[in-house]
């Protein structure tokens, strides 16, 4: 698959439980972003990955929010304790560092119950 | 750090009608700048980005976007709009020749009218 592919695409949970989502970005492709898509809030960033560099957290919005990329590819976001405020669209998308064109996953949709 | 705003939530118009969707950026420094669209049940994608050059930059189904320094402005626009036109768009912006993020906007829910 040449796209950036997320899984799972649903993820139905219950309050107070861990949950992972997984990103897997287009092969090559340097930086990896992840983002919340909820309504009336529009596309809020959470977390970006730059090469070998510290990533910038600067998004997330709890400690309860984490994420890693191992190897320079592969990134999981994983949202421990999870509460009902957090249910929303989550999407991964990722460039190469001589493009300004992002591109976007088909998005993890999270409900907590 | 740089933000963006999206002034208007939603935006009904009559097909065939000419569009404007406003977009405002904050950035003290210069800026990359984009809007990306999301149609009903897809993903977002790319539909223009001005990175320098031309202050006018378009796509290729007729949108127009303007980049205006002095106002911190990238508006987009469509002389006449399609039904098929009917999506959310969201403008971004990134610090140019930097590794900084994209930070976007809270997005515009384009409605087109019969």
């Known amino acids: 698959g040449a796209g950036v592919s997320q899984s799972p695409s649903n993820k139905v949970t219950e309050k107070g439980k861990d949950v992972e989502l997984r990103c897997d970005p287009i092969s090559g492709h340097t930086a990896l972003y992840w983002y919340r898509q909820s309504l009336g809030q529009g596309l809020e960033f959470l977390i970006y990955?730059?090469?070998?560099?510290?990533?910038?957290k600067s998004g997330l919005p709890s400690d309860r929010f984490s994420a890693e990329r191992t190897g320079g590819s592969v990134s999981t976001l994983t949202i421990q304790r999870t509460q009902q405020e957090d249910s929303a669209v989550y999407l991964c998308a990722s460039k190469d560092r001589n493009n300004e064109k992002l591109f976007f996953g088909s998005g993890t949709q999270l409900s907590v119950l | 750090a740089q933000s963006v705003t999206q002034l208007d939530s939603q935006v009904p118009v009559f097909e065939e009608a000419p569009v404007e969707l406003r977009c405002n950026y904050s950035s003290s420094v210069s800026v990359y700048l984009f809007w990306y669209v999301q149609y009903p049940n897809q993903g977002l994608q790319l539909l223009l980005k001005?990175?320098?050059?031309?202050?006018l930059v378009e796509s290729i189904n007729g949108f127009e976007a303007e980049f205006n320094k002095s106002q911190t402005s990238f508006h987009l626009r469509k002389p006449s709009v399609h039904i098929s036109d009917t999506a959310e768009y969201f403008c971004?912006?990134?610090?140019?020749?930097?590794?900084?993020?994209?930070?976007f906007g809270k997005g515009t829910r384009l409605h087109i009218l019969p």
């Open positions: 971004a912006a990134s610090v140019k020749n930097s590794d900084d993020k994209i930070i």
């Open positions: 990955f730059q090469g070998n560099s510290a990533p910038d």
């Open positions: 001005y990175l320098s050059g031309s202050t």
